[in-house]
Structures are given as C-alpha cells and as structure tokens.
C-alpha cells in the first residue's frame, strides 16, 4: 500500500468509531421511533463496515483502477446514503423537526474520505456533495422552514473530502519523488563502482598505451594518440548523465562524452532539460556529424560542438576545419541510397520539428541543428 497505508487505517478507526458512536445515541435516544428499525439500518451499517475494512486496503490500492476502484468506491457511497435515507424508518418527522441525529451519525463521511484519498480532492468533493445533499433532502421535510435547515454537517463533509483528497495526493507523489531518488542513488553507486573497476582496469592500460606510443615513436605515436582519445571518451561515458526528473535528461550531459582531444564541446553553464526521447535523438544526430567529420575529413581535422538556447529553441552547431562539402555531393549521396545525413540528421530532427541547416566552404562545414522546446520542456525547465 505504501504511503496510502496509514490513509486506509486510519479511515477504517473512523468507521469502526463512527458505528459505536451511532450505536451509542440510538442507546440513549430510547432506540428512536421505530427502534427494530434502527437497530436493522445499525446492523447494515456494520457489515458493509466490516466489508470496507477489509476490501479498501487489499482491492483499490494494488489494483487497477478502471476495474476495481470506482465499483467499491461507488457501492460505497450508494450504501451509505441508502442508509442515511433509510432514517425515516427510524425516527418521526417530530424527530427530524427536532434536529435529531440521524441514526447513521458522523459515520457517512466514511466515503467521503475513501474518495478523498483514492481520487484526489475534486472526487472527494463530489462524495461530500452526494452525501451532503442526501442529508439535507432529508433534514427539509415538509413543514421545515428551509431556513432553519443545519448546514454544518455540509460544510464539514466538504472541507473533510478537499482537505483529505489534497493530502492523500500530496503523499503520493512524495512517496514517487523519494522513490525516484531512492533508484537514482542506486544508480549512482553502481555506476561509480564500475567507474572504479574501469579506472583500476581499463583507463590504465589505455593510459600506458598512450604513454609508451608517445616515447616509442612513429606509428606507435599514433596508437598511443588513439589510446589517448579512447581514454577520454571512457571517462566521460562512466559519467551518469544528470536526470531532472522522470522522463527528462540533461543534453550537455549526453553530449559530454563526445569530446575529446579533437572534438570540442561547448554547452551552457545551467542543465538543458528536455525530454528523454528528445535528448537521444539530438545526441544521436550530433554523433552522425561528427562520425561524418571522423569518414569525410583527413586526419587532424577539428571539430566544435556548441549548444545554444533562447528559452524558445535548442540550437547544436557541429563545425570543423576540413576541406568542406564540395557542391552536390548530398544530393548526389541522397540520390545513390546513402541517407547518412538525410536519415540520420535531418530526418531525426524534422521528427521533433526542427531544422538542419548545413553551410560548407573550402575552410570546414558546419551543421547546425534547430529544436524547438515543447511547452512541457519550457514548464520542466523552470521547475529545475
């Protein structure tokens, strides 16, 4: 049940009290009118109790809403109303005119708080506006002057079922927050065991490699170089990348790992959140330019990765230093079935709505890459 819990018992004392309660004025009230009545309309109080007590706990919270939930949740409030209205059974209009308890007493806020804690604060005020409502066509019974009907009874059940409602909800999504927190932390500790395995295992080998290229010379310099960049990009990767909230990721941390001794990435000082899905596919787009740049261009060649937002897009620019994209040289690679930037870039970013502009000169090529951030982004991103 997990925080909900502690809700669910504590409704059931409410239930179990409220029936003694009203066991104890009919007692004292001399069994009202009709006391065979009564007592009938006590003994149904008690068994949908002992029903209540046992199927909230085990059938709504564990299972499906749309199956289980609203049934129990409206038998509940069809019974208890049943029963509030069955008063007249109990008691004369000379006891209603007289103000008396009905015989159900203080225990149909029962369903009330059940809506309240399962649903939220607005079903918990439609609960307490059937109920409400059931009390007071029985409290205007003719001859009543409307003006003298009580009303408290209305209020307090209204302010029972927002107030309950809002806090049950509340709770929830504390429980789901610290849960979150809970996996990421555990996340977090497995990566920074297997960062200690690789660091102790693999980044010192790629460090030695590096190293004794260098002091050897020739086309072990080269080795060693190529160690060099590996070695980097390793110890980016075993870097989590920082997650702001479910569903969402921040893009300088999946860009982060594709620099290294000749990709530059530059991103802003803040966390660029968006949507999961979103930051994969830029990532994804950002790594074809640069394994184009890696296949195209001649070694040695640069690269700059710079990301930019104006609060209304993401702007990724991919530029290097190589010799450029000589004149139709895409359409010509479209045209042979090669679809590397047609697919992999600007097919991945029309999918989210944006645009691929590529410039390309004798000096290097840039791409650049123009995501618009979805209102859901924008609202995420304040809240960081």
Known sequence: MGIEGPFWRAIAVFRIASLAYAAVLLVRAGGYSHPVAAWAVIAVMAVWTAVTVVAYPVVHPAAPPARHGWPLLVADLAVTAGCLLATPLAQTRADALAGTIPVTATWVAGPVLAWGVSRGRRAGAVAAAVMSGADLWLRGVPGADVASIPVNGAVLLF??????????????????????????EAIGRERERLARGIHDSVLQVLALVQRRGAEIGGEAAELGRLAGEQEAALRALVQAPAVRGEGSLDLRELLRPYGTARVTVSAPATPLVLPAETAREVRAAVGAALDNVSRHCPDGTRAWVLVEEDGQTVVVSVRD?????????????????????????????ADLGGTVTITSSETGTEIELTIPLARRALDRRKRV
């Not at 029972?160 to 996996?183: K, P």
Request: hydrophobic share 40%.
């Open 321 to 349: 230093d190589g010799q450029g994209i000589p004149e139709g040289r895409l359409e010509q690679a479209e045209a042979d079935g090669r679809m590397g930037v047609a697919r992999s870039i600007r097919g991945r970013v």
């Open 159 to 184: 302010m029972a079922g927002v107030v309950v409602g809002h806090v049950a909800q509340l709770a929830r999504r504390a429980e789901e927050r610290m849960q979150r927190a809970v996996e990421l």
